[in-house]
Nanobody, 117 residues
């Protein structure tokens, strides 16, 4: 069974940095794009950043200039480097992958990031 396995996260002070990592566990034919979403308490899940196979990226306006997404196609991993963190970045962060011709959505279990003021 294919799974997304996340690591990183935790508690950090405002202005600090955290790095999230996500790896595909299991055999998979084709990953079109990978990315990170987040969900804060009482809010809907929202896109943080995506990276496509060729390296094109897109970011939510709230994180532009502070977060950087990177991907290793050979290892099927995606990382999110988060700098200059703010309390409003506090959320559960979910890894996401779009698989195959139908862009089937695969999700990680989520990892908590808490930014204290």
């Amino acid at each position: 069974q294919v799974q997304l396995v996340e690591s990183g996260g935790g508690l950090v002070q405002a202005g600090g940095s955290v790095r999230l990592s996500c790896a595909v566990s299991g055999s998979i034919s084709s990953i079109n794009y990978m990315g990170w979403y987040r969900q804060a308490p009482g809010k809907q899940r929202e896109l943080v950043a995506h990276i496509f196979r060729a390296g094109t990226t897109n970011y939510a306006n709230a994180v532009k200039g502070r977060f950087t997404i990177s991907r290793d196609n050979a290892k099927n991993t995606v990382d999110l480097q988060m700098n200059s963190l703010k309390p409003e970045d506090t959320a559960v962060y979910y890894c996401h992958a779009a698989i195959g011709v139908s862009n089937y959505a695969l999700w990680g279990q989520g990892t908590q990031v808490t930014v204290s003021s």
